[in-house]
């Protein structure tokens, strides 16, 4: 993707469906007029009264305790520099995103037009009453440094600069993996920084209280050494870390180098400079968007280095994602006053744990294709790992409290680990891995309503983020058209292949193969060719079939029984005994929510039923997200004797012996299933732990019937259906399905095709 378009892109993310990235919702009932008394007045005095009893009460009945400012003036911005406080606000909107997708923090971006340091302390100090928590974002050293070390002192809630020490926790986690992989010892390896702001600062001072002798590390700026007697660019921060040494430059700092840190600019390294360092050493590489030198061109000097970069298409991504929504959770959860040291440290020896663990069966399949084994090119966990949210903050609670800075210590870590684990599936992220997945190898997926607008706009994504190889069944001139009308940069000739139905050079072929497939179905020759020139989707996955593409979708016109008929007297199922079964996703507010079956089968045999929620757990599984299965009925726990409850009944207990491992449980109401407390209310000895993720229906009615109502009433975002059991990967879409949609089932469909070649 070009700049031009990719800033144009940006642009439209950032407008559509509303301008920004955020809004503010209301998270009580406001329907009568009992309501408005408890949330205003009278009421509202009650909660007032608790807090002037107890200070802490306020994160009982306030949203303090999971409210986190972003806060920024806009002076050092990215790799834009000062750019003022109003032009930060996308980037401190973004942070406030982050918290909320990946630790489910609330959070409020506040840019103030203030450059001086004093003055900003004044402004930012007397917001602690609001706050639980202050992140600080893209203030320029040195002032970032007096800012926060002022904020901290007055204010008794944790401030924390993410591009100072969320940085440093990341590559302290780096450097701890490594000396274990080495087996060198961090009193005796010697360090190289290139870059003196505030994140170099806070990195060296990370590394320093691990061990790290300051005689064995070297400072370097746009200057050169930073050195005892330099009076050229130097200040109190830099006079900290300066050496007595007759070098002068970075490639002279890097002779016999073990460890290089690199947060400065794009290709300041050279092959030449890596050639001095000692041995396999460690590199991080952290500008962005491009590191200090290429890792490819690292290699070629140091085949064995252990190398991390910034970027997420090179192993070893040092991304402050990893630290700052998660060290953020554990501390307000705690009550912290304050992080420390203590709880930076925690932080990084967890991610390095994190990492050393063997992978979950929900990782592996989240990231297959990937090696995700403690080794060179796996140091430190992947972003989007979703044990992430069960292990940080844990880790950083247990160090607040032994540090004597936990307002509220928690009594149960264990009991506070299960608790996290909810919030993997609320973080709405679920589809990244499989986005990841796609990205390995290019597949060729082929889309039958390829002369569609919305697929087309779709097939634009697909090409600029490399998830496959598109195929589209449509007349070019059509296509080709489409393609200006909507100011695409699809290429007919460079980017996606098309098969033209009237005029295509396998046409024989598929006709005579189709009729091999269905001349005994009554389907004479003639008629084959009139639908190998006339049916999009059979065209597809004949194609499909013939080696001509790796997937399919389509469904986006027409019935959808139509499109399934087509795909299974072509592609055809698994095996004989294989059934096919559909599984539905709504993004809801609280989290995914899985739903089977609301499209194949009319009324599920026990056996249909039993394999189509086996089906629903291996899919659900793929998203790194733990099943728990709630088989729905009119009868509750056996209240009803009718041949459906029965039938759910059975198949639940088949299910219960088959997996004994997966929560499963029924026949239950949906109530039941979706409200944990009401349910053992209802039966003690329930199954599930928790409320249900996975919705098993009875019959394709009811199961249709609630999406739609879920989808409405609920605004939940639908992603699919995913279907199952076909020989090769192919997906039906829904006619309304968005672009975004068919994006998703673009990922899937390569994942599935990486995954089962």
Known sequence: MSNHDFREASLQYHQLPKPGKLEIRATTPLETKDDLAKAYSP????????????????????????????????????????????????????????????????????????TDPDKLIEIIAPLEPTFGGIILEDIKAPGCFTVEKKLRERMNIPVFHDDQHGTAVVSTAAVIAWLEISGKKMEDVKLVINGAGAASMACTDLIVSLGLKKQNLMMCDSKGLIYKGRTEGMNEYKEKYAVVSDKRTLAEALEGADIFFGLSQADCVTQDMLRGMSPDPLLLTMANPNPEIDPVLAREVWPNAVIGTGRSDYPNQVNNVLCFPFLFRGALDCGATTINEEMKLACAAALVDLAKK?????????????????????????????????????????????????SRPIEDLEAYRRMLRRYVERSGMFMQPIVDVAKQK???????????????????????????????????????????????????????????????????????????????????????????????????????????????????????????????????????????????????????????????????????????????????????????????????????????????????????????????????????????????????????????????????????????????????????????GFAKPAHVLLNSVTTRGIFNMSALTSADIIRHP
Do not use: W
């Not at 009650?46 to 009460?57: D, F, G, M, S």
């Not at 400012?69 to 406080?85: H, K, M």
């Not at 979703?386 to 903050?393: A, F, K, N, S, V």
């Open 358 to 406: 063997e992978t979950t069966v929900e990782v592996s399949r989240a990231y297959a294709g990937e090696t995700l084994k403690f080794g060179p090119d796996y140091i430190i966990p992947k972003p989007f790992d979703p044990r992430l949210i069960e292990t940080i903050p844990v880790a950083v609670a247990k160090a607040a409290m032994e540090t004597g800075v936990a």
């Open 43 to 114: 009421g509202v005095a009650h909660a007032c009264e608790a807090i002037v009893e107890n200070n802490l009460n306020a994160a009982l009945v306030t949203a303090r305790g999971n409210l986190v400012s972003v806060i920024s003036n806009g002076t050092a911005v990215l790799g834009l520099g000062n750019i003022g406080a109003l032009a930060s606000k996308p980037v401190m909107e973004g942070k406030v995103v982050l918290l909320k997708k990946f630790a489910h923090i609330d959070g409020f971006d506040i840019e103030i037009d203030e």
């Open 442 to 724: 290019l597949q060729r997926i082929i889309y039958a309503e390829g002369e569609e607008d919305d697929v087309l706009h779709a097939v634009q994504s697909v090409v600029d983020q490399n998830i496959a190889q598109p195929i589209l069944v449509g007349r070019p001139e059509i296509i080709e058209n489409s393609i200006n009308r909507l100011g695409l940069r699809l290429n007919l000739d460079r980017n996606i292949d098309i098969i033209d139905p009237s005029n295509y050079s396998d046409y024989q072929h598929y006709c005579d193969k189709y009729h091999q497939l269905v001349g005994r179905d009554g389907l004479s020759p003639r008629r084959c060719e009139s639908i190998m020139r006339s049916e999009s989707t059979a065209i597809a996955a004949m194609a499909v079939v013939t080696g001509a593409a790796d997937g399919l979708i389509c469904g986006k016109v027409g019935p959808y029984s139509h499109h399934i008929t087509h795909i299974t007297e072509i592609i055809g199922l698994q095996s004989a005994a294989t059934h096919i079964s559909s599984l539905s996703t709504l993004l809801l507010e609280d989290g995914p929510l899985f739903l089977a079956d609301c499209f194949i089968d009319d009324n599920p045999t026990v056996e249909q039923v039993v394999k189509t929620t086996k089906s629903a757990i291996e899919m659900v599984s793929r998203f790194g997200i733990t099943p728990r299965v709630a088989l729905l009925s009119h009868s509750n726990f056996g209240t009803s004797p009718t041949p459906v409850a029965q039938k759910m009944r059975e198949a639940a207990k088949r299910l219960r012996e088959a997996l004994p491992d997966v929560e499963i449980d029924g026949e239950m109401h949906a109530a039941s299933a979706l409200d944990t407390k009401y349910r053992q209310s209802i039966y003690k000895q329930s199954q599930l732990s928790d409320d249900a993720n996975i919705l098993i229906f009875p019959n394709m009615d009811a199961a249709h019937i609630a999406l739609g109502l879920l989808r409405k009433k609920a605004n939940g975002i639908m992603v699919g259906p995913f279907l199952s």
